[in-house]
């Protein structure tokens, strides 16, 4: 028996498309960084992509634990014009920020439902963005001080290759 759809619930479901276009998105990055040979960059989005994607299942899960009637929508194509690694990572951060919006903004929907257990398992995403955006702002950063240094560049590039998430 599928239960009634509610605010949250339709809300969730958007996310799962959102997350799925986020996993779209780092890999189509993680090509550009390839084609740009920055396979160390190039491979950490793609270990990314596949976070995005967990994310995706995360919610999927939650909603078929709930009785949900799951229905996807079309995954938009990313569009990608970043020159650099910069700009691939400066993209990234400012994806990241609206993600975190859409998570903050369903954890509202859960409250003002009073939707408890959504609420609960919203908690988790909200702590992971703290971490993604981190992440992501601390290699913004390396970026910006290594300029257009090939030397530094080549180790930030090598750093990343060997990041573990």
Not at 30 to 45: E, F, H, I, R
Not at 116 to 128: G, H
Request: glycine share 4%; net charge negative; no cysteine.
């Amino acid at each position: 028996m599928a239960v009634k759809k509610s605010g949250v619930y339709d809300a969730i479901l958007k996310q799962i498309n959102a997350e799925m276009y986020s996993a779209y998105l780092y890999l189509q990055f993680s090509a550009d960084a390839n084609a740009m040979k920055w396979n160390g960059a190039a491979a950490w989005l793609r270990t990314h992509a596949s976070e995005e994607m967990m994310h995706a299942a995360k919610f999927y899960d939650y909603l078929i634990r709930k009785g949900v009637d799951v229905k996807f929508d079309a995954i938009e194509k990313p569009v990608t014009n970043a020159k650099d690694l910069y700009e691939i990572f400066k993209a990234v951060y400012g994806h990241e920020i609206k993600v975190t919006a859409m998570i903050n903004k369903i954890m509202e929907t859960a409250i003002a439902e009073k939707d408890y257990a959504a609420a609960a398992e919203l908690q988790w995403f909200v702590t992971e963005q703290v971490e993604e955006e981190e992440t992501v702002r601390d290699i913004v950063d390396m970026l910006e001080k290594a300029g257009k240094s090939p030397e530094a560049l080549i180790f930030i590039d090598h750093q990343l290759g060997s990041k573990k998430e």
